[in-house]
């Protein structure tokens, strides 16, 4: 009963457990206010499909595989709904706060543990992507679990177990997202590195144990990387990423720590305070003391984070792939390394001290986000344009897109239990027969749905724009009838 009551009143315990309970409710507050965008709807539709159909597309997309086929399995379950969606991602959101405090138990201390736990609790990264139904909550929670069986495996040593569940992450890990490919063979390059250097003269087995084990997750990539060579090579993924530029790291940073005043507080500045403020400390020997036993974990996980970032930008000078959105596969390391730097000052500080420092920072960081986040962001407004075709429509309407037809027959018939939406062709007959079902059916109302993607092909929109054309004069000679186009981002009538 006696443990018990001291283990209740553990004040780190109590703090951590708050941080969770405000990570959890940060994760599920107003995770469905908006609409999906057109990389949700690619997400959604695509495994919305029979299993048969969603495994033929997945094995031609330019996109690895895992994200798609769980999320499949999840609509299979749980069904397609806007909020089943979104769920998916909260999920692993959720799962990552319990991860950060109890799964670094035996790498970091204390006060380590609960500056990573405040970090990733008010991350504006960590939260915009728990509300997307795309992988990238999926990647942080997998980079971030593979980073810590990395970092135990060199503070505690090799065992067979945890090479073994090492090696099935990195599988899966580097089937989720390009850039968790990218993650998992840089991160096991580090890891070759440091297990040739340590047991080279005295566990030559376990080296080449671990070099079949890098074989194995390069063959597990195979599929994927003719895909590289011989899909992606010839499509036009990626064109629209610009070339690397200061934007899409300080984008990168904003999701880490978003800096924008709030009320006035310049947030970066105190960012910097705090990045500094261990400096001055050097000249304290229990501070080079402290610094000594945490040097070897931080100056790894700065490495890491730096070589990445540098490999990354090297390549996108020849063919563009850095995103903010991409690079959060950095942030729990990141985060690692800022608390470990951050825990220092309790050599000669209290660690209430450094701990209320942090958090008030993050906190802050986070109020001015949930204040442009929940007020002022928004998305491609799909779903607020099918909505509001339906309540205009009338008993005799039919439903016409440019492109992405099956993204708004997600709205129109998957929500909303109504009519498809048809796609134009740029034919000269698919007008015609428009104009027949029109005549034939006494259709008195017409809905054409473009979005911002259907002028890319320039040939393709120009024959759709003369078909336009026609059923516009259509319209023009029949008092009756509508003819409404609705452009994404605005309503046209």
Known sequence: MKKYFVWMCNGELIFGIVLILFGVFTRIFQFNRLGYWIDELFSITLSSQNFSSMFSDITMDIHPPIYQLLLWFWI?????????????????????????????????????????????????????????????????????????????QIELGISFKS?????????????????????????WVFYLVFVIKKYWSENQRLVWQSIFCYIIISLGFGWEIYKILFVISKSAYGNWIPEPNSDIYIHFFSYLYYFLPYKRIPL???????????IPFFI??????????????????????????????????????????NLLVLSFPFYICFSIWISLMTSVWRSKYVLSLVTLSFLLSYLSFAKFYYKDFQKEPWREMTNKAIELSQDSTLYYSLGTQSFWNYYMKDVNKKSGVMEMLPTSESCREILK?????????????????????????????????????????????????????????
């Open 76 to 152: 299979f379950c749980f069904g397609n709904s806007p909020e089943s969606g979104r769920l998916f991602s909260v999920l692993f959101a959720l799962l990552l706060l319990p991860l950060v405090y109890y799964g670094t138990k035996s790498i970091l201390n204390g006060t380590q543990r609960l500056l990573l736990l405040a970090m990733t609790v008010f991350s504006s990264g960590y939260i915009l992507y728990a509300h997307e139904t795309r992988s990238y909550s999926l990647l942080i929670f997998c980079t971030a679990l593979i980073f810590l069986l990395f970092l135990r």
């Open 163 to 187: 090479q073994s569940i090492f090696l099935l992450l990195s599988l899966f890990t580097e089937n989720i997202h390009y850039f968790g490919f990218i993650f998992v063979h840089l991160l």
């Open 284 to 325: 304290k020997q229990n501070f080079r003391i402290e610094f000594k036993k945490q040097k070897d974990k931080f100056f790894l996980t700065l490495g890491f984070c730096s070589l990445f970032l540098l490999l990354t930008f090297i390549v996108s000078l020849y063919k563009p792939m850095v995103t903010s959105r």
């Open 268 to 278: 970066l500045v105190l960012f910097v305070i705090l990045l500094i403020l261990p």
């Open 437 to 493: 079902v029109q005549k034939e059916k006494n259709v008195k109302q017409l809905f054409v749905f473009e979005t911002m993607w259907d002028g890319m092909d320039a040939e393709k929109i120009k024959n759709q724009r003369m078909c336009l054309d026609q059923i516009s004069s259509l319209s023009k000679n029949q008092g009756q009838y509508q003819f409404i186009v609705m452009t994404l981002w605005m309503y046209e009538f």
